[in-house]
């Protein structure tokens, strides 16, 4: 175990170090404290984690700061729920930012001659109020920093941040949206899920694809290009564990009929012969019919009529739309609903 006299002295220089790069490297103004802020408002905690290795791993653990923060002119005393965690995004956003400008390697200069096998910072975001509830559902760890786990030469971020849920919640006569991390949605009553930026109702799948396996390769590039763009899709291909077991005679009416915000149905007379797209097809027009709003769109390969899809509706024309188009335009039709 490290002795208590050179902790002391690494913890001193640690200290120094985030002392001097919050203040100095950041582009918000951020102000270290050596002791808690007995003030209203957010604050964020870090704290030390020093590994030492002998006989067994043994590790110190206690907070070396804190930092609170006041930028272009906005209190930070004043928050709300959604400013709460849309303030930890930006923290964390600028950390990485400076990493990659003036990187935080020259924190472990000291560790690296002094300190044991390992050492990590975290910080965690809080909020002092004299709301309990308010109090309790803005915790969140944030950051995690800590040595290279292969080379111990360089510093590596780990954003801890949970993925962001946006819900709606009912409050009296109206509604109130909320963006939260997912294992704080429990905090509110009867919470229902929506999309983040449009408020729209939330679907597992942002569009589902249903087509004939013979205009596979086609599809498959629009699939590949949907993923790039980080959209919420079902494909078969990409879903095989998912499917593994399942009965999909339910399942895919699930996600056809229910679980989709738009279905995209490459037409084709192969599509016409398949048994499973006759399955899909049927389901997306249950969804339709129930609906009245657009939620099936066409592409079509050729003149092939198919039941049910009448010739008024607009499609789109896949023998002169290429893969990347098709998904542009899916994508745009998403963004606009």
């Not at 004299?130 to 944030?142: A, P, S, V």
């Not at 590949?224 to 593994?244: H, M, S």
Request: aromatic letters at 14%; proline letters at 3%; one cysteine or more.
């Amino acid at each position: 175990m490290l002795p208590a006299n050179e902790y002391k002295a690494l913890k001193k220089s640690f200290t120094k170090s985030v002392q001097q790069m919050l203040e100095n490297d950041f582009y918000s103004d951020y102000k270290f404290h050596l002791e808690k802020p007995n003030a209203n408002g957010m604050y964020w905690q870090i704290d030390l984690l020093l590994f030492e290795s002998g006989d067994s791993l043994q590790h110190i653990s206690n907070p070396i700061g804190f930092f609170t923060m006041q930028s272009q002119g906005k209190d930070y005393n004043d928050l709300s729920i959604n400013h709460f965690f849309e303030v930890n995004d930006r923290v964390v956003e600028e950390f990485y930012i400076v990493h990659g400008e003036c990187g935080f390697s020259r924190l472990y200069n000291d560790f690296k001659q002094k300190g044991g096998d390992e050492v990590s910072i975290t910080i965690t975001a809080y909020v002092n109020s004299t709301d309990d509830y308010f109090r309790e559902l803005c915790d969140e760890c944030i950051l995690i920093i800590h040595l290279n786990e292969t080379s111990h030469d360089s510093v590596d971020l780990g954003c801890q941040c949970s993925e962001r849920y946006t819900i709606k919640v009912k409050n009296e006569s109206q509604f109130i949206f909320y963006t939260v991390p997912y294992d704080k949605v429990c905090f509110f009553p009867n919470p229902e899920r929506v999309e983040y930026r449009s408020k729209s109702k939330y679907y597992d799948y942002q569009v589902a694809l249903s087509f004939a396996g013979e205009d596979r390769e086609y599809v498959e590039k629009v699939a590949k290009a949907l993923r790039k763009k980080q959209l919420r899709f079902f494909y078969d291909l990409y879903e095989e564990v998912n499917l593994w077991g399942k009965d999909l005679y339910e399942h895919l009416d699930e996600i056809y009929r229910k679980r989709s915000r738009f279905c995209v149905l490459f037409l084709s007379s192969n599509y016409k012969k398949k048994v499973w797209t006759t399955h899909e097809r049927k389901s997306a027009q249950a969804r339709a019919f129930e609906e009245h709003r657009e939620y099936i769109l066409p592409v079509r390969f050729d003149e092939t009529e198919i039941e049910g899809i009448r010739p008024t509706v607009g499609y789109t024309d896949g023998t002169k739309k290429t893969p990347l188009e098709i998904a542009a335009m899916i994508e745009q039709k998403i963004r606009q609903s």
